[in-house]
């Protein structure tokens, strides 16, 4: 008789012990997810939805109800809240009115209004986020790496925005502002979102210390006075019109004098 019984209490008792363990674990996972499971209900935090309720009266009407774009704007899935940050910090959005290209105008959002939509729209998929001033910090820069930040400057982006940095014309009416009193959270973010025509310069592509550099070089240009004559840093073209006007203009009056000289001795 002996050795069912024993074997009936195992068989009982196998269960038992699997019910207990499954009523710790459910009430251990009870005490300890109740928070979450609260965020996880409502799908987001208190300064998403703020965000969100901000960018629908605000943007919606270019960029779509949910971020997806429209006719008059593009998407905002994945742009990152250093994009918003960018954009809405220099005045560029919200866009006035459809245009070539949103020109830098004085902010009127306040910083609470901007993180805000910067919050909702990298919700809305992964992207570039708003860096911590240790990132770009380029206070403690030796003078080599002042000239290293200003070569990576020559090579990426002097192309659009002039070696002195005073910016161009670009095709279609297009243009590339000027980077004089540019914040340097700014460059920052321009950089890793690639506004307009702008391409992006990843971190990958330029890491955090290079872009400190860069923005090293750009603000120690800043503050020393150019030397010499510039002509306006407009490159080429206002260049080739002094050497038109001296050179020529100059060839001009030397063949007018031997000119007159020849004449003289006929
Ligand atoms: C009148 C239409 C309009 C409104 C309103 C508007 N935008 Fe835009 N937005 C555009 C257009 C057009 C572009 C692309 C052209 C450009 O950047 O100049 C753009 C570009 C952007 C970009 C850059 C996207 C990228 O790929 O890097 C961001 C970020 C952005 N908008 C955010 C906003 C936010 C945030 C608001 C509301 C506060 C807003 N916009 C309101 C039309 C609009
Ligand atoms: C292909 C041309 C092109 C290149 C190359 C380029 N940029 Fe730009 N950049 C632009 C354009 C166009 C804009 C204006 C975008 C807009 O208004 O939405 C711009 C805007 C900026 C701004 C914002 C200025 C402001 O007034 O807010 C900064 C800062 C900037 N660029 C820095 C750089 C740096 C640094 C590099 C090199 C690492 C670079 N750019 C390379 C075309 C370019």
């Not at 409502?42 to 300064?47: D, R």
């Not at 919200?94 to 919050?119: C, D, F, K, L, V």
């Amino acid at each position: 008789m002996r050795p069912p019984r024993t074997r009936r209490r195992h068989r009982a008792a196998r269960p038992a012990a699997l019910v207990l363990a499954l009523i710790l674990f459910g009430s251990l996972y009870a005490a300890f997810v109740p928070s979450t499971q609260v965020a996880a209900d409502t799908g987001m935090s208190g300064q998403v939805a703020e965000g969100k309720a901000l960018y629908q009266v605000t943007c919606s009407s270019c960029h779509g109800l949910n971020g997806e774009g429209s006719s008059q704007g593009p998407t905002l899935v994945g742009v990152g809240a250093a994009a918003v940050d960018f954009q809405m910090s220099t005045g560029r959005m919200p866009m006035a009115r459809p245009a070539q290209q949103a020109p830098r105008r004085p902010n009127t959002y306040s910083a609470e209004e901007i993180a805000a939509i910067s919050a909702y729209v990298a919700s809305l998929g992964p992207g570039p986020a708003v860096p911590n001033s240790s990132q770009y910090d380029y206070s403690t820069l030796t003078d080599d790496e002042i000239a290293r930040g200003g070569e990576m400057f020559r090579t990426n982006c002097s192309a659009c925005h002039q070696a002195a940095g005073v910016g161009g014309a670009l095709p279609n009416g297009k243009y590339a502002p000027p980077l004089t009193g540019v914040e340097p959270l700014h460059i920052y973010e321009a950089m890793r979102t690639g506004p307009q025509q702008m391409p992006v310069f990843s971190e990958g592509a330029i890491p955090d210390e290079d872009v400190a550099a860069i923005i090293g070089y750009l603000k120690t240009m800043e503050e020393q006075p150019t030397l010499g004559f510039t002509l306006g840093g407009f490159g080429p073209v206002t260049e080739g019109l002094a050497v038109w006007i001296i050179g020529i203009g100059g060839l001009s009056l030397v063949a007018v004098w031997i000119a007159s000289r020849g004449a003289l001795k006929r």
